[in-house]
T-cell receptor, first 113, second 111 residues
Framework: KAGVTQTPRYLIKTRGQQVTLSCSPI?????VSWYQQTPGQGLQFLFE???????NKGNFPGRFSGRQFSNSRSEMNVSTLELGDSALYLC????????????FGPGTRLTVL | QKEVEQDPGPLSVPEGAIVSLNCTYS??????FMWYRQYSRKGPELLMY????GNKEDGRFTAQVDKSSKYISLFIRDSQPSDSATYLC???????????FGAGTRLFVKA
């Protein structure tokens, strides 16, 4: 069974630009969650999508947005990039009920210059 | 105060040692408790998953949850250099779908 895949694996952008990251969940998984990981703040929850609906949201500014498609693939978008957005962005998929395990992808390393 | 507290380490032990990793939490609604292992430049890998209080064992790994003390532990027996990684505790309540992570403990196992 294929795991969670994320593309691209690495990105370099400049301040003010926008970026779109993609996540393909494990086959059959309907929930996709996004996290930002930085050395200072650790793993922080961005949002979670289930059946194309945002079900939960973390405390990030509106520049961070996401969506989920009917095949459960998900994208997240960051607009007007800031230097502090440099991080590893991880997505995790699960079947979608509260007691299901989450499985993480390898992440997208975003560097903002 | 953070909802989940975890000592970032680093923790350095000799090969073969028993490793104890711990997290404390403040939210009594947490019911699902996880431990993830993350190697450098990789995504977190689920190691252990427990519901409510009690112990769970899987090979060299044992997870313990003490809800009365709001304290969870991961024990690694016969530690190996390949266990060198960052270990993240995580927890979730029954009413939500948001997982809260600890800061992660960096573990080094020396051969």
């Amino acid at each position: 069974k294929a795991g969670v895949t994320q593309t691209p694996r690495y990105l370099i952008k400049t301040r003010g630009q926008q970026v779109t990251l993609s996540c393909s969940p494990i086959s059959g998984h309907r929930s996709v969650s996004w996290y930002q990981q930085t050395p200072g703040q650790g793993l922080q929850f961005l949002f979670e999508y289930f059946s194309e609906t945002q079900r939960n949201k973390g405390n990030f500014p509106g520049r961070f947005s996401g969506r989920q498609f009917s095949n459960s693939r998900s994208e997240m978008n960051v607009s007007t990039l800031e230097l502090g957005d440099s991080a590893l962005y991880l997505c995790a998929s699960s079947l979608g009920t509260v007691n299901n395990e989450q499985f993480f992808g390898p992440g997208t390393r975003l560097t903002v210059l | 105060q953070k909802e989940v507290e975890q000592d970032p380490g680093p923790l350095s032990v000799p090969e073969g040692a028993i490793v104890s990793l711990n997290c404390t939490y403040s939210n009594s609604a947490f019911q699902y408790f996880m431990w993830y292992r993350q190697y450098s430049r990789k995504g977190p890998e689920l190691l252990m998953y427990t519901y409510s209080s009690g112990n769970k064992e899987d090979g060299r790994f044992t997870a313990q949850v003490d809800k009365s003390s709001k304290y969870i532990s991961l024990f690694i027996r016969d530690s190996q250099p390949s266990d060198s990684a960052t270990y993240l505790c995580a927890m979730r309540n029954t009413g939500g779908f948001k997982t809260i992570f600890g800061a992660g403990t960096r573990l080094f196992v020396k051969a």
